[in-house]
C-alpha cells in the first residue's frame, strides 16, 4: 500500500502553512500530477468551516477533517480530475498557502484525492457554531 504521510513532494504541510505565495508571478502551469485547489467549504467569514449547514470556527475543526475544494490548476500527469472538478480530501494532506486575493490555495497530488463530489441542496440555512473555548 501507498504511504499516504502528509509529505508532498518531499515537503512537511506545517512548514508552509498560511506562507503567501510571492505577489510578482502567477502560477500558470503546474508539474506531474500535482493540483491546485481552493476551499469551497469555507463560510462566508473566511475563517469558519461549513459543515451539514452548520458553521463551525477553525478551532473546533480536527486539521485531518476531510476538505472539500475546487480544482484551479491541473499537473499534465493528473488523470482523474480535471479543472473545475470538486474535490474531496484529507484536510492534512495538502500544502497550504495564500494567494494575492486572500484565497486558501492548496497543492496536493491527484493521488491524495479521495473522490469528486457534488453538494446536496436541501434549502436549509445555515446554523452557527460559536467557540466556547473563547470567552
Not at 505565495?21 to 485547489?37: C, G, K
Not at 458553521?55 to 476531510?66: E, F
Not at 473545475?84 to 494532506?93: E, K, Q, S
Not at 486575493?101 to 497543492?107: D, P, S
Request: with cysteine.
Amino acid at each position: 500500500m501507498a504511504n499516504l504521510g502528509a509529505e508532498v513532494h518531499g515537503i512537511a504541510p506545517e512548514d508552509y502553512k498560511d506562507v503567501p505565495l510571492p505577489e510578482d508571478y502567477e502560477i500558470v502551469e503546474l508539474l506531474s500530477n500535482v493540483i491546485a485547489v481552493e476551499y469551497v467549504d469555507v463560510a462566508s467569514d473566511g475563517k469558519s468551516i461549513m459543515r451539514n449547514g452548520i458553521i463551525l470556527p477553525n478551532q473546533v475543526i480536527d486539521h485531518r477533517a476531510w476538505r472539500v475544494a475546487k480544482v484551479t490548476l491541473a499537473g499534465p500527469g493528473c488523470k482523474q480530475v480535471k479543472v473545475g472538478d470538486v474535490v474531496i480530501f484529507p484536510g492534512d494532506r495538502g500544502l497550504q498557502s495564500i494567494q494575492k486575493n486572500g484565497k486558501m490555495l492548496v497543492f496536493l497530488s491527484e493521488d491524495r484525492i479521495f473522490g469528486i463530489c457534488k453538494p446536496i441542496k436541501d434549502g436549509s440555512e445555515a446554523k452557527v457554531v460559536k467557540d466556547k473555548k473563547k470567552k
